[in-house]
C-alpha cells in the first residue's frame, strides 16, 4: 500500500520517468521509485502485440466477427496497446470505442521524447495517432471510426454502466500493486466483460488465475511473450454465474 502511495505520488508529481530501450527497439518507461518499467524489458512492441492484440482483440474478433468492438485497458500509461490495436484494427475495417483508465498521466514532455524515440525505431508508427491519443482527457474521435476515452480514476473506483468486449488487464504486477490484483477487483473486472468476452494479461500468477476463476472466468494459461513462459486470457462464458 505504502509503494503504491509512492507509484501514485512520483507519477502525479510529473518526476521524470526514465525512458528504456527494451529488446525489439522500442522504447518504455521506467517508474523511478518502484524501478518496475510500463512494458517487458524483453520487448514493449511485441508484447504489446502478442499480448492484448493477437491474443485479446484478434482472438476475440476470430471468435466473435463485429464491425464494433467495446475494449478496456487498465492502465493507459504510454499508450502503446491503444495505438496498435487501433492501427491493426484500422487495417482490419473494424471500428473500436476504447476506453482507457489512466489514474497517474504521464507528463507531456515524457510522452513527446518517448514518442519520438519510438517513431524513430518504428518509422511506420503515427506520431499524429500518439499524440491524439495523449491529447485530452475526454471522449475523442480517433481517425478510421474509433473513438477513445480516457478515465483518471482508479481501477478501485471504476463502475461502468456498460460491459466491454475485450479488456486489457495492464496494472503494474501484484508485487507493486496488490490492491489492484485482489479477488474483488478481479470479480469486479469479470463483472465488466460481456458474454463471450475476453480479457488478457500479462500476469499468470496463481493467485490471479485462481481469482478469475472463482469470479466464474474460463481461463487459458498461453504461451507468454518473449522471455515470459505464460500469461492469462479469460473468457466470459454466456451463461455466467458471478462468483461461483
Ligand atoms: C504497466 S503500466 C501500463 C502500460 C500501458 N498499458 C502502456 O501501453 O504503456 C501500468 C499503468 O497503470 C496505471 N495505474 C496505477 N495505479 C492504477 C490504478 N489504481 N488504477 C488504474 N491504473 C493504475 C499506472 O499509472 C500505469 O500507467
Request: net charge negative; glycine share 6%.
Amino acid at each position: 500500500m505504502i509503494l503504491s502511495f509512492f507509484v501514485a505520488f512520483i507519477t502525479t508529481m510529473h518526476t521524470s520517468h526514465k525512458i528504456l530501450i527494451t529488446n525489439d527497439n522500442s522504447p518504455t518507461l521506467q517508474n523511478p521509485i518502484t524501478l518496475e518499467t510500463y512494458h517487458s524489458m524483453n520487448g514493449a512492441m511485441i508484447e504489446a502485440q502478442h499480448v492484448y492484440y493477437d491474443a485479446g482483440t484478434a482472438w476475440h474478433l476470430a471468435k466473435s466477427p463485429k464491425p464494433l468492438l467495446h475494449l478496456l485497458e487498465v492502465g493507459f500509461g504510454t499508450g502503446l496497446n491503444a495505438m496498435l490495436t487501433m492501427s491493426r484494427l484500422t487495417q482490419l475495417g473494424v471500428r473500436c470505442h476504447y476506453a482507457a483508465l489512466e489514474p497517474f498521466p504521464i507528463a507531456m514532455h515524457c510522452i513527446a521524447d518517448y514518442s519520438s524515440q519510438l517513431t524513430a525505431a518504428y518509422p511506420d508508427i503515427s506520431k499524429t495517432l500518439l499524440t491524439q491519443l495523449h491529447s485530452t482527457d475526454l471522449e475523442i474521435p480517433i481517425h478510421e471510426g474509433h473513438t477513445l476515452s480516457k478515465h483518471r480514476v482508479l481501477l478501485e473506483n471504476f463502475h461502468p454502466s456498460q460491459t466491454f468486449d475485450v479488456i486489457y488487464m495492464d496494472a503494474f504486477s501484484p508485487s507493486t500493486q496488490p490492491e489492484l490484483w485482489e479477488p474483488e477487483i478481479l470479480q469486479n473486472l469479470a463483472a465488466m466483460l460481456a458474454p463471450g468476452g475476453h480479457l488478457v494479461t500479462y500476469c499468470s500468477k496463481g493467485s490471479v488465475r485462481r481469482g478469475f476463476a472463482a469470479a466464474g472466468l474460463e481461463i487459458e494459461r498461453l504461451q507468454g511473450p518473449p522471455g515470459k513462459r505464460e500469461m492469462l486470457r479469460a473468457r466470459k462464458p454466456f451463461l455466467f454465474s458471478e462468483g461461483l
